[in-house]
């Protein structure tokens, strides 16, 4: 994280926790978000005006009123989406390795602690992976996040780990970093079988993962070597690039 040397804006902070609690749980009321926030209704109140004034919320039809995201933030999302570099440089790569597999591919980035679907290339088959843009990745067993942890420190693996028990061995995370790419059988998505690999910053530290998804009669162990190799590859067309 950048360290700015300047006071926050601690109104601003709590707006943008109040936005993002609401995302979370949709619709949300006044007292709920007190509970979650640790807010005093009153304050909570001033708040939800403020977003509701600016658009970024919508009260539903309820009394007393719960809110709701409005469109404005889709259309902000969207607008982010279609102009990140890495993004733009990450379709072409995903496209063509949805048309080698014929299976879903996406990128997965780091966004403070959490892992999330960034940007989806819809497999070609009837029965395929479905994967939503902003959909959590569980870091301990999901394919993007182990080949991410594989190239973190143990204390950095324990840290980034929602239950440190699902975590894998040193040994583990030691192939996948030599191989350079991570599988998960069915861990996240029963039946659904994923192929992982770490794209790096241009410091080397790991930013993100592109995935390889597919039904695991279709993805099956003699083709993992393989799928692991154009998902490597993959990945080392998009690495060595400032964050964006």
Excluded: N
């Excluded at 497999?123 to 999901?142: F, K, M, N």
Aim: proline share 6%; with cysteine; charged share 20%.
């Amino acid at each position: 994280m950048i360290h700015i040397p300047v006071k926050t804006l601690s109104g601003l902070l709590r707006g943008l926790q109040v936005v993002e609690a609401i995302a979370a749980d949709q619709p949300a009321g006044l007292t709920e978000l007190c509970r979650v926030l640790g807010e005093d209704k009153s304050a909570m109140q001033r708040v939800l005006a403020t977003l509701h004034e600016a658009g970024w919320i919508r009260p539903l039809p309820d009394t007393p009123p719960r809110w709701e995201l409005s469109a404005k933030i889709v259309t902000m999302a969207g607008q982010a989406h279609s102009t990140s570099s890495l993004l733009a440089r990450a379709r072409p790569v995903l496209t063509a390795l949805r048309d080698i597999t014929g299976e879903t591919t996406h990128l997965a980035l780091l966004d403070g602690g959490k892992l999330v679907v960034a940007t989806v290339a819809d497999g070609t088959h009837t029965v395929r992976t479905a994967l939503p843009i902003g959909q959590v990745h569980p870091p301990e067993t999901s394919a993007a996040g182990r080949a991410i942890l594989a190239h973190l420190t143990p204390a950095e693996r324990t840290g980034h780990a929602e239950s440190a028990e699902a975590l894998l061995s040193t040994a583990e995370y030691d192939r996948i970093r030599a191989r350079g790419w991570s599988l998960c059988e069915g861990a996240v998505q029963h039946g659904s079988t994923s192929i992982g690999a770490a794209i790096f910053d241009i410091t080397g530290a790991p930013q993100g993962a592109i995935v390889v998804s597919a039904p695991d009669t279709r993805l099956t162990p003699d083709q993992y070597a393989r799928t692991g190799e154009l998902v490597r590859d993959g990945a080392r067309r998009l690495s060595g690039s400032a964050e964006e």
